[in-house]
């Protein structure tokens, strides 16, 4: 069988972002009249292989055919030439326009006199043709847009065609913000226009959409592409499996809790409530961007000192995001790790010194923060050292409850290990730990976990239950009870 | 000495004292000692409004408190007015100063947090408002403050003005509060990141009230100190005390952006502003190209001491 050239085909692309390697050998061919499916949890290399193709990034390693010609030098403008265009979740209209207007900054071929009225035929036809009945007035501010008509105009601008017809759409999660009529519709054009000889790059956390309307579906994890399928080949179950590692060791021992007294509790607007007990190591899972940290913020706020310092502080956070929400980059090491316990270090008002100085020197043995001397600059310590000192903040104050963001993030392999057994002792005497993670074997040392989904707590999982599998299944759509 | 050096407020003293000896140079030494306790005086002024504006500019980008002005005049008239020449009612017009400090620091804060407006503007506001109650309350009369304070402000202690020792005495409070307190660590962390602040579980608007109340009550007691010195409160009398009061914190060697302030600089930059003007006097330069020249200083000043931050990063 003598198969047409690829629309597009991107050859053994490799990105590394520092250490770490967000594709590692990718090699992806789109042929025309085809839907490929794509998907893998975060940080998988989805969006990575998205900005390679749509030439926002370009890669260390790799070359890139279009219709059996290589592309060099490649960017987005040559993408666009070639008929790419992209959708993604961060919208990318500029508010204070028109519709009208954006069309004609998307087109740029749209320009000269009567400009205004080409790009209004352009547009509105587009969006007859994927939203039939959508209702929107092209002539509106996208401002005034509800966040769904935005993303149906975004989606109706990707399929619009100014003189130069798209050829390859990239649509990142394009149904994230659509209710299910809506959705139904634009994956009826998406196959309309795969029949018509276009191709189509899905991405999508609802794995029936993916499932109904791929005809090839791509699996991929830690950068690779890990399973290659044509749409047939897999079922919901299957793919929830290809997704995660094959093997998941038992990390630590879980203890089953008993029903010891709640110490956090947080009414949710929507699903099940969230409740922490003493002594408990409590998981927050789900895909990224779920309400997790929305959570975690909500119960700070909710406990956290707003006009009168508080002696005995109710709850404590770990930062995942150092540099924003973390460190106070002009100070010493010292001076960052007491911040949060500065009343217990003073006596009738004053600071003292000593107690300062031996309270750095305790937590820097124990929890081996490696430096010559807690005076040296924050920022003289590796990332996953000041990540530590943030632990210590958080741990020596007397809060009885911590909260964690994400706070491995970026820290390695060596540190994590000694971290976790430091939670584990904590945990032990009778602290509480809330922990958001995206890494999975962080979630199997948790006691309890709740999986979120769309803002609200769709599973709980205890003790054995705690698994990939189960979590990966909650976190999608139609699995979870 | 390298250690002296990088301090950020040694570049104020560096200027105050080369300004200083060029001054007395020119006039051969005769006026050595009325020039320093002149400068003094009015330096301690500048280091009581200054020490509250750098509180403020400590909590990091965009704080500021333009209603200094305002406040020093509403708490000088209004003090005055009160005491009404009597001697007996001193301490009454101190107290009656300070709440005026309070009333207006309470309500910039309530402005700020409540209606969510930019401290810039919310203090400007306010200062339109303060300035117009001290108009209101003064009509133009001019009270002769009570004569034990007009000695006092006027006269020194071992060869050392009065008000320069007040002016220390607040300094050495301040130095306290921001180097070996609580609070002045939170005020610190607030200016350097917000978040983390909050994160760290630091009351962040308890401590902004606290500093933006800290400020207006100094600029209130030197409202009321400097209405006493210049024989009477005038509704002008605070105007130039809004620049100086910024300038002073950023000759000083204060952080702009916030989180990293100094008490000392305070007092070798007041000292600098005003000897460069009685400098240039001395000289009998022009008032045009005084402006100029005292401008052109200030920005030498300011280069030298920020240049000093980019060696060390």
């Not at chain 1, 003598?2 to 042929?31: H, Q």
């Not at chain 1, 592409?225 to 179950?237: K, L, P, T, Y």
């Not at chain 2, 060869?159 to 609580?182: C, D, E, F, K, Y």
Request: with cysteine; net charge positive; charged share 15%.
């Amino acid at each position: 069988m003598l198969l047409p050239p690829a629309v597009f085909e991107v050859s053994d692309a490799a990105v590394r972002f520092g250490e770490v390697r967000a594709l590692d050998g990718v090699s992806l061919a789109i042929l025309p009249g085809e839907c490929i499916g794509l998907v893998g949890h975060n940080g998988a290399g989805k969006s990575t292989i998205v900005s390679v193709i749509n030439g926002g990034l370009t890669p260390q390693q790799g070359e890139i055919f279009s219709d059996g010609t290589r592309l060099a030098p490649y960017g987005i403008g040559v993408a666009r030439n070639r008929g790419v265009r992209c959708v993604f979740q961060e919208l990318s209209l500029c508010p204070n326009l028109s519709i009208i207007e954006n069309t004609r900054i998307m087109h740029r071929t749209l320009g000269g006199f009567g400009w205004r009225a080409r790009a209004r035929a352009i547009i509105a036809a587009s969006l007859d043709a994927v939203f039939p009945g959508h209702g929107i007035d092209v002539g509106d501010q996208v401002g005034v847009l509800s966040i769904a008509q935005r993303q149906m105009v975004e989606i109706a601008m990707a399929f619009s065609d100014a003189g130069q017809p798209p050829r390859l759409v990239i649509l990142d999660e394009p149904t994230s913000s659509l209710d299910a009529g809506l959705a139904t519709q634009l994956l009826a054009h998406v196959r309309r226009f795969v029949a018509a000889g276009g191709a189509v790059i899905l991405i999508s956390h609802m794995l029936n959409e993916i499932l109904e309307t791929a005809s090839r579906i791509v699996v991929m994890k830690d950068g690779k592409i890990v399973a290659e399928r044509a749409a047939g080949g897999f079922d919901h179950a299957g793919l929830v499996k290809a997704m995660g590692s094959v093997a998941t060791h038992q990390a630590t021992a879980r203890r089953s809790t008993g029903a010891s007294q709640s110490v956090l509790d947080l009414p949710m607007a929507k699903g099940q409530p969230f409740r922490a007990c003493k002594g408990e190591v409590v998981g927050l899972a789900g895909l990224g961007g779920h309400g997790q940290t929305r959570m975690l913020l909500a119960l700070f706020d909710h406990h956290a000192p707003q006009w009168w310092p508080r002696r005995d502080p109710a709850v404590t956070f770990v930062a995942g995001d150092r540099r924003e929400n973390g460190i106070f980059d002009r100070w010493s090491i010292l001076k960052n790790m007491t911040i949060a316990t500065l009343s217990d270090l003073s006596r009738r008002g004053l600071l003292q010194d000593g107690a300062e100085t031996a309270r750095g020197a305790t937590w820097k043995t124990r929890i081996e923060i490696r430096t010559a001397n807690m005076e040296n600059p924050i920022l003289s310590l590796s990332g996953g050292n000041q990540q530590k000192v943030l632990f210590a903040r958080a741990l020596s104050t007397r809060a009885p409850v911590v909260l964690m963001d994400d706070p491995m993030r970026g820290v390695d392999v060596g540190t994590k290990q000694e971290v976790y057994g430091i939670i584990r002792t904590e945990a032990e005497a009778g602290r509480t730990f809330v922990w958001y993670s995206t890494e999975m074997e962080e979630m199997q040392l948790c006691d309890r976990v709740y999986v979120f989904r769309e803002g609200v707590i769709v599973a709980e999982l205890t003790g054995d239950a705690i698994s990939e599998h189960n979590i990966l299944a909650a976190s999608f759509e139609g699995t979870a009870a | 000495m390298k250690a002296l050096f990088a301090k950020p407020w040694i570049w104020s003293f560096v200027a105050a004292v080369s300004v200083w000896l060029a001054t007395i140079g020119v006039t051969g030494g005769a006026s050595t000692v009325g020039l320093s306790q002149a400068a003094l005086t009015f330096a301690a002024f500048s280091v009581l409004v200054g020490i509250g504006q750098m509180f403020v500019i400590t909590l990091g980008p965009g704080n500021i408190d333009l209603s200094v002005p305002a406040t020093m005049a509403l708490a000088g008239t209004v003090a005055l007015k009160y005491m009404d020449g009597q001697n007996g009612l001193v301490l009454h017009g101190l107290i009656i100063a300070i709440f005026i400090g309070g009333g207006v620091g309470t309500l910039n804060y309530a402005l700020i947090k409540a209606l969510r407006i930019p401290p810039i503007i919310a203090t400007l506001s306010m200062s339109f408002v303060v300035q117009s109650a001290a108009i209101w309350t003064n009509r133009g009369l001019r009270i002769k403050p009570p004569q034990v304070l007009a000695d006092f402000t006027t006269s020194t202690s071992l060869g050392i003005p009065n008000i320069a020792l007040v002016a220390l005495l607040m300094s050495a409070v301040a130095w306290v509060l921001l180097h070996r307190t609580p609070y002045g660590r939170w005020i610190m962390a607030i200016g350097q990141s917000l978040p983390a602040a909050r994160m760290a579980g630091i009351a962040v608007d308890g401590n902004r009230f606290v500093t933006y109340l800290f400020c207006a009550i100094l600029a209130a007691i030197c409202g009321y100190l400097l209405a006493c010195f210049s024989g009477g409160a005038a509704l002008n009398m605070g105007s130039e005390y809004l620049l100086m009061s910024i300038a002073v914190v950023v000759i000083g060697g204060t952080a702009v952006a916030g989180g990293d302030s100094n008490v000392p600089g305070i007092w070798g930059a007041s000292l600098f502003m005003f000897l460069v003007v009685s400098m240039l006097n001395t000289y009998g330069v022009g008032a045009g190209v005084r402006l100029i020249m005292t401008g052109v200083i200030i920005i030498t000043v300011i280069l030298l001491a920020s240049g000093r931050k980019d060696a060390i990063r």
